[in-house]
């Protein structure tokens, strides 16, 4: 297998202000811990060694992913 399909999710701030999820946590403290919350924002690749995403915005839809996964193999 080249890679899975897999919901791109990301953190968002109260403020709109956006973060990735697999980076360090974005708050600064732990009181503006509840300030952040993980959102979904389309669909994205995990590859066979573990890296996720594509360096491009997500894909809209599980299907665009599987059909961008297909014309790799």
Same mark, same amino acid.
Not at 12 to 35: F, V
């Given at each position: $297998?080249?890679? #899975? &399909?897999?919901?791109?999710?990301?953190?968002?701030? !109260?403020?709109?202000?956006?973060?990735?999820? +697999?980076?360090?946590?974005?708050?600064?403290? %732990?009181?503006?811990?509840?300030?952040? #919350?993980? %959102? !979904? &924002?389309? +669909?994205?690749?995990?590859? #066979?060694? =573990?890296? &996720? =995403? $594509? =360096?491009?915005?997500?894909?809209?839809?599980? %299907? %665009?992913? #599987?059909?961008?996964? !297909? =014309?790799?193999?």
């Amino acid at each position: $297998m080249i890679g #899975e &399909v897999i919901e791109s999710k990301r953190w968002i701030h !109260k403020s709109g202000a956006t973060a990735s999820i +697999y980076g360090a946590a974005p708050w600064t403290d %732990e009181s503006d811990r509840c300030n952040w #919350e993980v %959102e !979904k &924002v389309g +669909y994205t690749i995990q590859w #066979e060694d =573990g890296t &996720v =995403g $594509m =360096g491009r915005k997500p894909f809209e839809s599980k %299907e %665009e992913a #599987e059909a961008f996964l !297909k =014309g790799k193999l």
